[in-house]
Structures are given as structure tokens and as C-alpha cells.
């Protein structure tokens, strides 16, 4: 089966830095999404994209958080200055078409000291 | 709203018993969907159902839905050791894939 990949799977970072989270989605997928998971929290959705342009977003994803689709193949989330309570666990997903099945990534695991 | 929400929030079988799993959830809805995880790991997609179904089947998963009651079950028959993990729903109000997730069953399996 096709997977989403994220890197990396862990990453420790300092309060107020710039974290950016990668992910590269099922190659022939058009709509590619972020969401977290707090540890013991539910999982929460952040953002959607396509057409390379935000589709929505959540009350989550302020100015600090961006994403990009820099090529054919990653979709990343940028964290400008991270905070405390930015640590959590990231997942992207993607899925070919509205109304498809969706498929996440590991997700990677961002931990702010 | 507190979409999604899963009873029993924890729940521990003997191997070979069935496990059922419950969540309620608020608005309406394109479709429901469960999900897997493992401890600290990532989100394992199990089944969608979308909201003019009733029932659906894969494997040993059996899910219901019940749109009247905003509510559906998901069943694990013969359960396995290998089926502890904690288990989510997710509803989809728009099909647009904002997804909205309860908190979870965490399901153990004694050997």
C-alpha cells in the first residue's frame, strides 16, 4: 500500500525557534492536511491544502504556523517560534480526491524545551 | 462541541473475546470514520462509513451507524493481542476531510 512519510520522527527544538516539519504525500494525491495530537489530547485538525493554497484552516493555525508545497513532492508546516505548548504529536495526511480515503503519515513528534 | 466522543474510554478482554467500541457525536455528519493507533504512533485508518450506510465490514471489524442517534459502534470479533492499541473515531462533516475526533478507547488484549 502507498504511504505518507514524515521527517523527521522526532525533533527537540527551544523555546521561540523555528521548527519546520516535513512530509511527503502520496505521490499522485491533490489535498494534503495537518493535524496534531497533544500527548493524552485528542487529535486536532490544523490545515487543509490544495491547489497550493490553504483550503482551511483551524483557530489552531495562527500567523505562527505557515505551510508550503516548496515541489512536486513535500508539503511542509513551518512553526515560526515555537512555544510550550507546541509539543505535540504532527501528523499529515493526504488524499487523491475530495471525498477519498485519506492516509497519514507516522507523524513526527515535536518536543519544545 | 465535544464531536466524537468514545465509551468506554478504556477496555481490557481476554484474547479470543469480542471487543465493542461506541461513539456518540454531535452534528451531522458525510461520514464516520475509525482509526488505530499504538502507543505514541501513528494513525492507522480501519474503516469509513459514510452516512447513508449502516453497516460495513473488513476482516473482523464490523461498524455500525446510526444517524438517528448520532452514534456508531465498531466491533472486533476473535480479538487478537496484536489488537491493543487505542481506537478513534472521526467524523467528517463536509467531506472535506476536517476531520473532528473523540478521545478515544483504550483497548487492551490479555493473552
Known amino acids: 500500500e502507498p504511504e505518507v512519510t514524515q521527517t523527521p520522527s522526532h525533533q527537540v527544538t527551544q523555546m521561540g525557534q523555528e521548527v519546520i516539519l516535513r512530509c511527503v504525500p502520496i505521490?499522485?494525491?491533490?489535498?494534503f492536511y495537518w493535524y496534531r495530537q497533544i500527548l493524552g489530547q485528542k487529535v486536532e485538525f490544523l490545515v487543509s491544502f490544495y491547489n497550493n493554497e490553504i483550503s482551511e484552516k483551524s483557530e489552531i493555525f495562527d500567523d505562527q504556523f505557515s505551510v508550503e508545497r516548496p515541489d512536486g513532492s513535500n508539503f511542509t508546516l513551518k512553526i515560526r517560534s515555537t512555544k510550550l505548548e507546541d509539543s505535540a504529536m504532527y501528523f499529515c495526511?493526504?488524499?487523491?480526491?475530495?471525498?477519498?480515503?485519506?492516509?497519514f503519515g507516522p507523524g513526527t513528534r515535536l518536543t519544545v524545551l | 462541541s465535544q464531536q466524537g466522543e468514545e465509551d468506554p474510554q478504556a477496555l481490557s478482554i481476554q484474547e479470543g473475546e469480542n471487543a465493542t467500541m461506541n461513539c456518540s457525536y454531535k452534528?451531522?455528519?458525510?461520514?464516520l470514520q475509525w482509526y488505530r493507533q499504538n502507543s505514541g504512533r501513528g494513525l492507522v485508518h480501519l474503516i469509513l462509513i459514510r452516512s447513508n450506510e449502516r453497516e460495513k465490514h473488513s476482516g473482523r471489524l464490523r461498524v455500525t451507524l446510526d444517524t438517528s442517534k448520532k452514534s456508531s459502534s465498531l466491533l472486533i470479533t476473535a480479538s487478537r493481542a496484536a489488537d491493543t492499541a487505542s481506537y478513534f473515531c472521526a467524523t467528517d462533516p463536509d467531506s472535506n476531510y476536517q476531520l473532528i475526533w473523540g478521545a478515544g478507547t483504550k483497548l487492551i488484549i490479555k493473552p
Open positions: 495526511a493526504s488524499r487523491e480526491s475530495s471525498g477519498g480515503r485519506g492516509f
Open positions: 452534528t451531522s455528519i458525510n461520514n
Open positions: 505521490s499522485n494525491h491533490l489535498y
